[in-house]
């Protein structure tokens, strides 16, 4: 079975009982996670619960599924979406293609897919990927977007990474909507809600380079710009407006500096959760550690070259996607 085939199986199977997971041994961190989300089916609670008894490394596991699933739920509640992850697991061996989607990274990684379900994939890669990074898994007729759970180091370089899936996107499935009225069915693909984008930045020909490059993108996007950090708050805390999907925030700003306007935005409730991407021309690790440790989605250099240029380009297109979905 191909991972779409999984994949799309399981987006039609919400709402119907699944197997009981087999496993011998101590259990998977994504049975331990089920069952830290009281979703584990009632033949693998009993199990995992008289093995958390008797082994000690895997309550130290369950302790830290509980504590990542506590936080991912945390993090679907504030974005007002539900957890309707499964935990069925299904063999699968095919070739994906991983992008580090955050923190951004612009080379992705070619990977071998060792089983899917409907909560997530593990996936075998050539390197690690951090614990909590939020990954595009590109598979057959499916793109996957996610969230890291573990990356544990097995022999010869390889490294075997759990994915909790948090959005399923099957491009080449029509979508199907039916008219209450008249009963009739209409197939298309679902038009793409434009994502509301502030560039808070006091540089015209920056602010226009950025324009070009979501020209180049094709980015279904709207561009508001703010040029200096009392105008970004001004708009940012004003209740009136809606809160846009991503910004882009200079460090740089006449009246007040972009790290001040940052700390504004995590200071206050109604802006807290907003996506914050710093584009910068400052490469110093002080204000990559500064703006990292304030929330951050992504730390962009501005370019000082063609090929920067290419890269810069590459990693808004990765940002833009990761907020789309």
């Not at 197997?19 to 069952?35: I, K, M, R, V």
């Not at 544990?152 to 075997?160: E, H, L, N, V």
């Amino acid at each position: 079975m191909k991972a779409w085939q999984v994949l799309a199986i399981a987006q039609r199977a919400q709402t119907s009982r699944s197997p009981g997971t087999h496993w011998t041994g101590h259990p998977d961190q994504e049975d331990l996670e089920a069952f830290a989300l009281d979703k584990a089916l009632p033949e693998d609670r009993l199990r995992i619960e008289q093995h958390l008894e008797q082994c000690e490394m895997c309550r130290s596991g369950y302790e830290e599924a509980h504590a990542f699933a506590t936080r991912l739920q945390d993090v679907l509640r504030r974005q007002g979406r539900e957890d309707q992850r499964r935990a069925v697991r299904y063999r699968v061996r095919e070739s994906a293609i991983v992008t580090l989607c955050h923190p951004v990274e612009s080379e992705p990684v070619i990977g071998e897919i060792m089983d899917v379900s409907a909560s997530g994939m593990r996936i075998r890669l050539p390197r690690p990927i951090y614990r909590s990074s939020q990954v595009q898994v590109q598979v057959e007729k499916a793109v996957v977007f996610g969230t890291i759970r573990y990356s544990r180091s097995i022999a010869d370089q390889k490294y075997d990474v759990g994915i909790a899936t948090d959005q399923v996107v099957m491009p080449d499935e029509p979508r199907r909507e039916q008219d209450g009225a008249t009963g009739k069915r209409y197939i298309g693909k679902p038009a793409l809600k434009p994502v509301e984008v502030l560039l808070i930045e006091d540089n015209p020909g920056d602010a226009r380079l950025v324009e070009l490059m979501f020209e180049e993108l094709k980015a279904t996007c709207r561009l508001t710009i703010a040029s200096d950090g009392v105008q970004a708050l001004a708009r940012l805390l004003n209740p009136a407006q809606p809160k846009p999907n991503l910004v882009l925030l200079d460090l740089n700003l006449p009246r007040l500096s972009g790290l001040e306007v940052l700390k504004r935005i995590r200071q206050d409730r109604s802006t807290e959760s907003v996506a914050v991407a710093v584009l910068s021309s400052s490469s110093a690790p002080a204000d990559l550690q500064r703006t990292t440790a304030l929330g951050i989605r992504a730390y962009l250099v501005k370019p000082t070259s063609i090929s920067d240029c290419t890269e810069l380009r590459t990693k808004l297109g990765a940002l833009l996607t990761e907020t789309i979905h």
